[in-house]
């Protein structure tokens, strides 16, 4: 695939928006949402909702449902755009093995920012003492192919557009063309 992006993960700590962005880049580029947070078993959710952080044999089977969705999804013609915090590089590489040229935008927040947005969360089983966590087991995807970095308190109406432009882009340097397939993004923007 190249330089190619297939599908979309848009990633980072909790409260960075991905579920915000996800649905925004979604709508714009004609894709398919998978919000991850729907995918995780009620044993990572119970774990989260008492504070306890999830570990890396936790996450293991969640992200292998999430590579299946997105390779079912590209099968059914869409492109995929999948929310998940995808916080370490071993969980982005168990992506990638699922859907070859896969796309990632990080969204970058600091720690304060993070432990406010979800304090102000209502309703998430993801409680704000979890933050410190999820600080510690952030990788950050600097020098990763295909990997667009953003400042996560830039305004919706500005962040979506970007990656939409971003994702085309990769289309346009391998095809020559204005569309990914399976989507209406040469029409969207």
Not at 11 to 24: D, I, L, R, Y
Not at 110 to 118: D, G, I, Q
Not at 128 to 146: N, Y
Request: proline residues 5%; contains cysteine; aromatic residues 4%.
């Amino acid at each position: 695939m190249g330089d190619t992006i297939a599908a979309l993960v848009v990633m980072g700590v909790s409260g960075c928006g991905k579920s915000s962005v996800g649905v925004a880049v979604a709508e714009l580029a004609g894709a398919r949402l998978i919000e991850g947070d729907s995918f995780h078993p009620a044993s990572n959710i119970a774990k989260m909702s008492a504070g306890i952080p999830l570990d890396d044999d936790d996450r293991a089977g969640w992200l292998a449902r999430l590579g299946e969705e997105m390779a079912r999804t590209l099968a059914d013609g869409a492109a995929p755009v999948l929310t998940c915090s995808a916080l370490k590089l071993k969980y982005r590489d168990a992506l990638r093995a699922a859907v070859p040229g896969l796309g990632f935008v990080f969204l970058d927040l600091t720690r304060e920012m993070a432990a406010r947005r979800v304090a102000e969360r209502p309703g998430h089983f993801m409680p704000a003492s979890l933050i410190d966590s999820q600080f510690a087991a952030l990788e950050r995807p600097s020098a990763e192919a295909l990997t667009l970095t953003l400042d996560a308190t830039l305004p919706l109406s500005e962040m979506a557009p970007r990656v939409v432009e971003w994702w085309r882009a990769s289309a346009e340097r391998r095809a020559g063309a204005r569309h990914i397939p399976g989507s209406t993004l040469s029409q969207a923007v």
